[in-house]
């Protein structure tokens, strides 16, 4: 799969040896389009200048190894525009007001700043009035299940949760914070966590892996008083739910009568088969890579053993390909490419498929489109998105609104309903099962539905004053 993109190549050029003419044919060549050149240094025997280049591919390597081949040529940089975008990281810290004299000095810091300390610690609750926690979020990390990278730690896992905090504040107004922790010690995570917790209003964990997640969200959930949640898990379970919703409708289906797959039973998988089930899903097939769930295996993951009880009404074992068997959807949040055409061919008429590994899907869209009447991935680049930003800013925007301990089934449930909703029946159709991320009702609709959930179920402590 491809992506084209535009790369920016510094070279060294010794005129002796080489000319800007040949640097030009060896990138045409290779498939690079020059669109810009600038001069940085202009010498007598070497220039240096920046190549603007379009190439097909952004992993094009291509490119650069003919260019180092080249007698004359010195490679000094290569970036791109994806790399340029995160020079320095993508967030910061912006005050709300400019310190300007020493009068505004004395309110915001000493002396005035300690009255205001002496009014929370007499009443703690204050701190929700009077500093950021309200609408502050901790984007929590460990760096051991970046997308579908892997266990790549917390350094290499910041551009993902830069990127979530920058999500947060462009769709919900919420400043979020990055927090990659260098510990993957499940307890050691749970004691940072609770400490940091009071400087913030909600505690999003995000690409932590299976099965420790799901130990570190239920006692972190437990033991502090704010909303917990595992994105990966519930962000994802609820987009799914939505898309799923609205796929059905355009092949007329129900859950209930649906056989579903399931691959990849970590933390998204787990989450996705257990609000199928709340939504009513009969026929769910779990698949990991030691095959279906089912109940003659003793499985050492609690979770497994759940879903081996709760799953595969006919007990079957085998791997994939049993699975998929006249299945009418399959839902894939494990890894790349491990969905083939000849599984498709044994799907139900009808069939829906979202392959939502990050960044390469479970199947090339263009290998499936032929065989199934309903595509979505995780990706940006294909029509239905199913991507957990559609969820966890509306339902983080909800619960800080509303003041919620914690974020239950019920505001799960409504969540999805309310994405599904917001794409109108009239406009349904194969390629729009569901709202864009840029679609402005997506945030405000999860919102409203999650603050009405949290109220019916008694776990809002306030109601804004915009709910009747
Ligand atoms: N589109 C989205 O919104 C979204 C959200 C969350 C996760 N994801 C993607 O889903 C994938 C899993 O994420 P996670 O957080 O649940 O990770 P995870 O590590 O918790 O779980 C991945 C699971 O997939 C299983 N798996 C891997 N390869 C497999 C194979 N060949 N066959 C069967 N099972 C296999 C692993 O054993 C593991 O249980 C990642 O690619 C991630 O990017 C997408
Ligand atoms: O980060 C994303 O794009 C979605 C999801 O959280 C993932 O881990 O893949
Ligand atoms: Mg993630």
Not at 48 to 70: G, P, Y
Request: charged share 25%; aromatic share 4%.
């Amino acid at each position: 799969m491809s992506i084209a993109t535009t790369m920016i190549i510094r070279l060294e050029i010794r005129k002796s040896e080489a000319s800007f003419g040949d640097v030009a044919s060896k990138l045409a060549s290779a498939g690079g389009d020059i669109v810009a050149i600038d001069v940085i240094r202009g010498g007598k025997d070497v220039t240096t200048r920046d190549l603007t280049v379009n190439v097909q591919d952004a992993a094009n390597e291509e490119i650069i190894r003919v260019l180092k081949d080249m007698p004359g040529i010195k490679v000094i940089n290569v970036s791109d525009r994806t790399f340029l975008a995160h020079l320095g990281g993508k967030i910061e810290v912006t005050p709300k007001m400019p310190i300007k004299n020493r009068e505004d000095l004395s309110l915001v810091y000493t002396p005035g700043v300690a009255r205001v300390c002496t009014a929370i610690a007499e009443d703690p609750s204050k701190a929700y009035s009077l500093t950021m926690k309200r609408n502050t979020v901790a984007v929590v990390s460990d760096g051991t299940a970046v997308l579908g990278l892997g266990d790549i730690g917390p350094e290499a896992a910041m551009p993902v949760m830069e990127g979530k905090a920058m999500l947060f504040k462009q769709l919900a107004d919420i400043d979020a914070f990055p927090l990659c922790l260098d510990t993957k010690d499940p307890e050691e995570i749970i004691q940072i966590v609770k400490a940091v917790a009071p400087g913030f209003g909600g505690i999003n964990l995000e690409d932590i892996s299976s099965p420790r997640c799901f130990e570190i969200e239920r006692r972190l959930s437990a033991e502090l008083d704010i909303p917990v949640f595992h994105d990966d898990q519930h962000g994802t379970a609820v987009v799914a739910l939505a898309g799923l919703l609205n796929a059905l409708q355009v092949v007329d289906k129900t859950i209930e009568d649906s056989r579903i797959v399931v691959v990849g039973i970590g933390a998204a998988g787990v989450s996705i088969c257990r609000l199928l089930l709340a939504a009513g899903a009969k026929q769910i097939y779990a698949v990991d890579r030691a095959g279906i769930l089912h109940r003659d295996e003793a499985y050492s993951n609690p979770e497994w053993s759940w879903l081996a009880e709760a799953t595969n009404p006919e007990n079957l074992s085998g791997g994939l390909d049993a699975a998929m068997r006249g299945a009418d959807i399959f839902i894939g949040v494990s890894g790349p490419g491990i969905l083939k055409v000849e599984h498709l061919k044994t799907m139900a008429p009808d069939s829906i498929v979202f392959a939502m590994a990050n960044p390469t899907p479970e199947i090339e869209p263009e290998l499936a489109e032929p065989y199934v009447k309903v595509l979505a991935t995780g990706r940006s680049d294909y029509p239905n998105q199913i991507n957990n930003v559609l969820c966890f800013p509306g339902i983080f925007r909800g619960a800080l609104d509303c003041r919620a301990k914690t974020v239950n089934l019920e505001m799960k449930l409504a969540a999805a309903q309310a994405i599904a909703a917001v794409v109108h029946p009239d406009e349904r159709n194969e390629q729009y099962i569901i709202p864009s991320i840029f679609n402005e009702k997506v945030v405000e609709q999860v919102r409203l539905a999650v603050i009405r959930a949290a109220i019916a179920t008694g776990i809002a402590r306030r109601v804004p004053p915009d709910i009747s």
